[in-house]
């Protein structure tokens, strides 16, 4: 008998066995989908990891009842990774299957193929089972994956799907989610044959009769030659005519209209930039990476804010593609604006794929099977891109590899990006290339112990200098002028506006007051379901919880002590803007934050008026800061850097040496004639220092000081384990179990039990323990299973089969 192991997209520990009927043995490979049923009748797609023919003895196994694929969806290489995240992450496999891959693979009872409303009937060139599918949905709409399954009475039902999905006849819906929508526009083409000039001057000809038709294609063709692709509503707004007018050509046969993604307009409109002129320093970087790979898998690039260190990528790239191999380059989601996409589009063209969570099902699928066969070379994405079918990667770039964003936090896998980029390069004998102003202290530290090879460009391209930064006292402004801006930030920015320059001003913190309090007793207002204090927003009229979501109507009488006397500690990105349009009326602002942004085009809109000086002030939170390079910017301001100073971590230096030095990086790109202002109480903060001289190097040599006096990251290793219950009793008596287990571990610094930072999030009580383990790959590796059990031990007992345990590996 033969059997096979499988992963279920569910959290269940590691794989099950079926059995595999005499008609498919043989068919059997890792990789492909096998239908299986679990419990009484759930159905599920499988995917094969293991066959072999050992019976499992503790248990009586199910047959598959069905294989799905003649031909693997995953590859091998991407079930070891996937087995690596499991247990490196501590999570079942299951979970990793279930966040890596798309929809339409996962095929689950629940999925519901909907039928395409664009289509008046079923085509009548459907193959027999598809068709009967096609008339079944187009009478009811919708059909579940089992009732797919009864009208094609017990035939392979994946080909039909495929076939269906294919044909655009229908498509699959698994959840009802927001869907991204790339924002689109209609452009005009030239029909192909009418390339041939004999054939266009007898459409001018013929033309003559309709004289408005002959103005149009005319303006058509004056508007192609300064950019190939013409858009509908440019022309006619150009040449003064209807829709019907233009139509009539399209009728013709003259034009035809085409629905283009605006990100991949660049694109469209440019010619494929095939030069790429590298600066001596560039050249010796790119040398000195490709040397540094020699001795390592794994080289960090060091480049300053502007040394072009996305040329360099850009170069490694095209290098690759040409060795006929692949390249995945990673950035934190909040990175990958239409800016970078525009860059690399201009370079690689259709062989660049973008990946990220904004994307629908059915986009990711697209992207699925392009990298898949090929098609994609180079694949930007966020940290979701890597769950891609690779072939034959070359080079990893991990871009911004500080940026915490990179680890995921919720749900399991709680992998974080980079590290797991590592791994993943290693099954592919790929190298990486980690990229970044301030490097994290991980790497930097691997980095000085050899385990990185480091490469540094020390100047921004072209010479051009780094932002001087001033700081400033917070304390130093006039009421009556202005209660948030000193002022020597008004007259800096007076200065930068009237040299035609632009601002922007940083404040982390979003809505208008992100902290009320009661002035007489100190009461503050908190979300009824998470332990945070709530932000007026101006906008809404709203207190918004910004963990939850929530909204609530704005308190004017302090329920506590009936005064009037409600005021705010704080301000937020709504503030500063309403703020400056107050001061400056005639200056344009524009606010950019995740209240702002609401949808991913109107980022790109802002980005782009930003960029085309339509804006003079803009105002955000870290949106302003991740990855923009603009070339008019004379002044950055950071407005309350005392608030990035006082966080409540081991890591709250590094973020804000990091983040300042960011933000300063978008000045003066481009002539070197930036200034950046930090308003700030406590001037004497060393951080302030740091950022003042651009100082990684004091940065470094402080802060690794401090973390291994301490014996924190990147000195030891932490995993962080969480209970969640709505029940606050139970979430701590579970983690108290829990903690008295974890101890019983020699060699492991056990700190808690205690509430998390914010104990209660969506009602839902968070209890934690901090765990410090020595860096020993093996014995952290011990530390885990230790976990596993210990975990196990405590769910198992009465009372705990609802507590939610989670556990944090390498928390930032
Ligand atoms: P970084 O990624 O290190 O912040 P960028 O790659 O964005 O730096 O480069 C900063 C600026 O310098 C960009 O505007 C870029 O177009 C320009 N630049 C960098 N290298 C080159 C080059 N070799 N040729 C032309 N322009 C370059
Ligand atoms: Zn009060
Ligand atoms: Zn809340």
Redesign the pocket.
């Known amino acids: 008998m033969q059997f096979v192991d499988v992963v279920l997209p569910l959290n269940i520990a590691g794989t099950l066995t079926y059995g595999v009927p005499v008609k498919w043995q043989g068919k059997m490979q890792p990789g492909i989908r096998v239908e299986v049923s679990l419990g009484k009748n759930k159905l599920y797609a499988a995917i094969v990891v293991h066959i072999h023919d050992n019976r499992p003895e503790q248990y009586n196994v199910k047959p598959v009842r069905n294989i799905i694929d003649e031909k693997p969806v995953v590859t091998s290489r991407q079930l070891r990774f996937w087995q690596w995240i499991a247990q490196y992450y501590l999570c079942s496999i299951g979970e990793v299957m279930n966040a890596a891959l798309p929809a339409h693979l996962k095929l689950m009872s629940e999925s519901l193929l909907s039928w395409n409303e664009s289509l008046q009937e079923p085509p009548l060139d459907l193959g027999d089972d598809a068709f009967i599918i096609a008339e079944a949905l187009h009478v009811r709409k919708r059909l579940t994956i089992s009732e797919v399954r009864q009208l094609l009475e017990g035939k392979n039902i994946a080909p039909v799907i495929n076939e269906l999905l294919e044909q655009e006849v229908a498509i699959v819906v698994e959840l009802l989610e927001e869907r991204y929508k790339p924002k689109t526009e209609r452009y005009l083409f030239l029909e192909k044959r009418y390339e041939n000039e004999l054939l266009l001057q007898q459409v001018f000809t013929d033309l003559e009769k309709a004289p408005k038709q002959l103005s149009l294609l005319m303006q058509f063709f004056q508007l192609k030659q300064q950019d190939t692709a013409v858009p509908v509503a440019g022309l006619l707004k150009k040449a003064k005519a209807t829709a019907a007018q233009l139509q009539a050509l399209i009728d013709k046969g003259v034009l035809r209209t085409e629905l283009i993604a605006v990100d991949r307009i660049g694109f469209i409109s440019g010619q494929k930039d095939d030069v790429?002129?590298?600066?001596r320093e560039?050249e010796q970087a790119l040398l000195d990476i490709k040397t540094g790979w020699t001795e390592n898998d794994v080289v960090l690039l060091h480049?300053v804010?502007?040394?072009?260190?996305?040329?360099l990528y850009i170069s490694l790239i095209k290098e690759a593609i040409a060795a006929g191999k692949e390249v995945l380059f990673l950035l934190p989601e909040i990175a990958l604006t239409t800016q970078i996409v525009t860059r690399l589009r201009s370079y690689f063209g259709d062989e660049l794929g973008v990946y990220h969570s904004r994307f629908s099902d059915n986009e990711r699928v697209e992207i699925w099977n392009k990298v898949k066969e090929g098609k994609h070379k180079v694949v930007l994405g966020a940290r979701s891109a890597l769950w891609l079918p690779f072939r034959s990667l070359q080079y990893i770039i991990v871009d911004e590899e500080h940026e915490t964003s990179y680890k995921q936090y919720e749900p399991a896998p709680r992998f974080h990006a980079r590290d797991a980029a590592i791994f993943l390069a290693s099954l592919h004998q790929a190298k990486v290339l980690l990229g970044s102003?301030t490097p994290s202290l991980e790497s930097a530290l691997n980095a000085q112990q050899g385990k990185y090879s480091y490469v540094a460009?020390k100047g921004?391209?072209?010479n051009v200098a780094m932002p001087g930064v001033e700081v400033v006292s917070a304390k130093n402004f006039q009421a009556a002028l202005s209660p948030l801006l000193t002022l020597d930030l008004l007259n800096a920015v007076k200065e930068t506006l009237a040299q035609g320059r632009q601002v922007i001003l940083f404040q982390n913190k979003r809505g208008y007051a992100p902290f009320l309090i009661c002035g007489v007793c100190g009461w503050v207002p908190h979300c009824k379901n998470c332990d945070v204090s709530l932000t007026y927003h101006k906008s809404t009229d709203k207190l918004h919880c910004h963990y939850c979501g929530t909204k609530t109507a704005p308190i004017r009488h302090c329920p506590q002590c009936g005064s009037m006397g409600i005021t705010s500690k704080s301000f937020g990105t709504e503030k500063i803007e309403e703020e400056l349009q107050r001061i400056f009326p005639k200056v344009k602002t524009a606010r950019m934050d995740l209240d702002s942004v609401r949808g991913k085009n109107k980022q790109a809109q802002m980005i782009e008026d930003f960029a085309k000086g339509r804006i003079d002030i803009l105002v955000g939170t870290q949106m302003v800061v991740k990855g923009l390079?603009f070339d008019h910017v004379g002044l950055v301001g950071i407005l309350s850097a005392d608030s990035l100073l006082s966080y409540p971590d081991f890591r709250v230096n590094e973020r804000a040496f990091q983040l300042m030095e960011q933000v300063s990086?978008r000045a003066g790109?481009?002539d070197g004639k930036g200034k950046v202002l930090i308003q700030a109480y406590n001037l004497k903060h060393p951080v302030l220092n740091w950022v003042s001289e651009h100082s990684y190097r004091s940065f470094y040599q402080a802060e690794t000081a401090a973390r291994q006096a301490f014996g924190y990251p990147p000195f030891s290793r932490m995993i962080r384990i969480i209970c969640r219950h709505r029940d606050e009793a139970k979430a701590a008596k579970g983690i108290g179990l829990l903690a008295v287990e974890l101890t019983k571990m020699p060699g492991v610094a056990v700190k808690g039990p205690a509430p998390a930072l914010v104990p209660r999030v969506r009602n839902y009580y968070l209890q934690e323990v901090w765990l410090t383990v020595p860096k020993d790959a093996a014995f952290i590796q011990q530390v885990k299973e230790w976990i596993t059990v210990a975990v196990n031990h405590v769910m198992q007992q009465k009372g705990n089969s609802t507590l939610q345990v989670i556990a944090d590996v390498d928390p930032v």
């Open positions: 790429l002129q590298l600066s560039q480049g804010t502007g040394s072009g260190k996305t040329m102003a460009l921004r391209y072209n390079d990086g790109r481009s």
